[in-house]
């Protein structure tokens, strides 16, 4: 019985060539177009370049202007920029703002912070990156400290999951960034 129970072990053990090996894990490969930024051409109290993947909307509140959206269809995803106009409240403004960014700190797994300053253009500001699943990935404000504010914000039109929007975030990162230095009071 127990030389059976062998050459049986032993047919099992050698009756198959083929070694099973776990598949390797795949990455998926995202490849956004090239940015080419254009300049804003609208009446407004500030002008910038976006990039010309997303579509600007401006939007106003009892025919006053509140701010503009820069969507990106193929992204899914939104910047929503808000203005204010100053009048001895800029504390106030940096305070809400950073009130709205301190709202993510709770579910983000990390936070940090690049402070932004071109006196040459008097322009002075702070941008969040928010690293996981937080419903705003990036935020930031800026401000002349005398006559105008800005805030802005990130989002997705999706549940947040981090890993799978990592190379949008990125890819829309970079044109904030890029509408951050190319900003100009009027």
């Not at 300049?39 to 503009?68: H, R, V, Y």
């Not at 322009?123 to 404000?141: E, R």
Request: charged fraction near 20%; aromatic fraction near 16%.
């Amino acid at each position: 019985m127990k030389s059976l129970a062998f050459i049986f072990c032993v047919f099992i053990c050698f009756s198959c060539d083929e070694i099973h090996v776990p598949k390797p894990k795949a990455f998926l490969s995202l490849d956004y177009p090239k940015a080419t930024y254009l300049k804003s051409q609208l009446d407004l109290p500030f002008e910038f370049e976006k990039n010309k993947l997303a579509q600007l909307n401006i939007f106003k509140n009892n025919n006053t202007f509140d701010g503009i959206v820069l969507r990106y269809p193929s992204l899914k995803a939104s910047v929503y920029i808000n203005y204010k106009k100053v009048n001895k409240n800029v504390k106030k403004y940096i305070l809400d703002a950073r009130a709205m960014t301190q709202k993510h700190f709770q579910v983000a797994d990390e936070v940090s912070e690049r402070m932004y300053e071109n006196a040459q253009q008097n322009l002075y500001g702070m941008f969040y990156d928010l690293k996981g699943n937080v419903a705003s990935q990036s935020q930031f404000y800026l401000t002349d400290s005398t006559q105008h504010f800005l805030s802005g914000a990130l989002y997705f039109e999706s549940k947040p999951n981090y890993d799978s929007i990592l190379p949008a975030i990125n890819y829309i990162q970079k044109d904030l960034m890029h509408f951050i230095e190319s900003l100009r009071w009027k």
